[in-house]
């Protein structure tokens, strides 16, 4: 097995490496003046079971390529299979026609990846789960649920717990961490004017008196996150504690965070987390390197991946 990095978020492809106790592939990936990228491969990969680790995250469509010119020259070294590990599988937003004449890019990048020579793909909390069948190859989502719930235990009282889901797309997922948890579910209906922006309208259950988190699988501009804890303060909630998969957080999303009544906002490392977050008092990381390096495995050993979320 071979473990080869991209630039996107080399710290958590070295936590991963670490955990199955293996070195990185040596590779050389840069750009040329003109910023075309340029990978070489520095080790013998034939005949090897190869595992890139690649999130698509910001610039996107740089560490797409990034990732499309890994698999093509593995291919061409004669690897016997190529797994793209995409712990944030950008473009998955894009999952179905919004309006006339729009795309689903969600599909498009899938045909690229698997046009590009890649046999598997392992990824992590994708936006809908649906997307697992946009590509033609074998494809595991992995579920961040017992890593957040892991946390959660540690560091808040199970006591007058309320899980909330942002949206109403999102109870599935904040259903699984209740369920664990054992603690009630509610949601906070929201009506979206325009991307990036959305308006609490109000709260489905009993929150009163409760200690709320929020469980969705991205934050990007953080207005969600910030109406919801407010309307929940609003009816009578103890605190409020976000706990997000993929932390997008772009344009001023850290700073809008920081001066939020957000209690804390917990983060997992599938997106290399920015100067700005590490340095928020209320924001915080954990890492889903032993997740992932588990999936690996299973993977390499032709073993049951589900069977970590039993």
């Known amino acids: 097995m071979k473990i080869v990095a991209g630039n996107s978020n080399r710290p958590l492809a070295e936590a991963i490496a670490a955990y199955l106790k293996i070195p990185l592939t040596k590779a050389n990936v840069r750009r040329f003046a003109d910023m075309e990228i340029f990978v070489e491969i520095l080790e013998n990969v034939?005949?090897?079971?190869?595992?890139?680790?690649?999130?698509?995250?910001?610039?996107?469509?740089?560490?797409?390529?990034?990732?499309?010119?890994?698999?093509?020259?593995?291919?061409?070294a004669s690897?016997?299979?190529?797994?793209?590990?995409?712990?944030?599988?950008?473009?998955?937003?894009?999952?179905?026609?919004?309006?006339?004449?729009?795309?689903?890019?969600?599909?498009?990048?899938a045909n690229l990846i698997t046009r590009a020579g890649a046999d598997r793909v392992l990824t992590l909390d994708l936006h809908a789960g649906q997307i697992q069948g946009f590509f033609d190859i074998p494809t595991d989502n992995l579920f961040s649920a017992p890593a957040l719930v892991?946390?959660?235990?540690?560091?808040?009282?199970?006591?007058?717990?309320?899980?909330?889901?942002?949206?109403?797309?999102?109870?599935?997922?904040?259903?699984?961490?209740?369920?664990?948890?054992?603690?009630?579910?509610?949601?906070?209906?929201?009506?979206?004017?325009?991307?990036?922006?959305?308006?609490?309208?109000?709260?489905?259950?009993?929150?009163a008196g409760k200690n709320c988190i929020l469980v969705d699988?991205?934050?990007?501009?953080?207005?969600?996150?910030?109406?919801?804890?407010?309307?929940l303060l609003e009816q009578g909630a103890e605190s409020v504690y976000a706990y997000i998969t993929h932390g997008v957080l772009s344009g001023g999303a850290v700073a809008r965070i920081a001066n939020s009544k957000l209690k804390e906002?917990?983060?997992?490392?599938?997106?290399?987390?920015?100067?700005?977050?590490?340095?928020?008092?209320?924001?915080?990381?954990i890492s889903v390197a032993e997740l992932i390096g588990e999936a690996i495995a299973r993977t390499s050993e032709e073993k049951s991946v589900s069977s970590l979320f039993d």
Request: hydrophobic content about 45%; overall charge positive; aromatic content about 4%.
């Open 46 to 76: 034939r005949g090897e079971d190869v595992f890139v680790v690649q999130s698509t995250s910001f610039p996107t469509n740089d560490h797409l390529m990034e990732l499309l010119i890994i698999i093509d020259a593995l291919r061409r």
């Open 217 to 231: 699988d991205i934050v990007d501009s953080g207005g969600t996150l910030v109406n919801a804890a407010e309307a």
């Open 150 to 207: 892991r946390d959660i235990e540690q560091h808040i009282p199970l006591k007058n717990i309320a899980v909330i889901s942002p949206d109403v797309g999102g109870v599935v997922r904040a259903r699984a961490v209740a369920k664990r948890i054992d603690a009630s579910l509610a949601i906070v209906d929201k009506r979206r004017e325009r991307p990036g922006d959305s308006e609490v309208m109000n709260v489905i259950g009993d929150v």
């Open 265 to 285: 906002l917990v983060l997992t490392d599938s997106i290399q987390p920015t100067e700005a977050v590490r340095v928020a008092a209320n924001i915080r990381c």
């Open 79 to 109: 690897a016997r299979r190529i797994t793209a590990v995409l712990p944030y599988f950008g473009y998955a937003r894009q999952d179905r026609k919004a309006g006339p004449r729009t795309p689903i890019s969600a599909k498009l990048v």
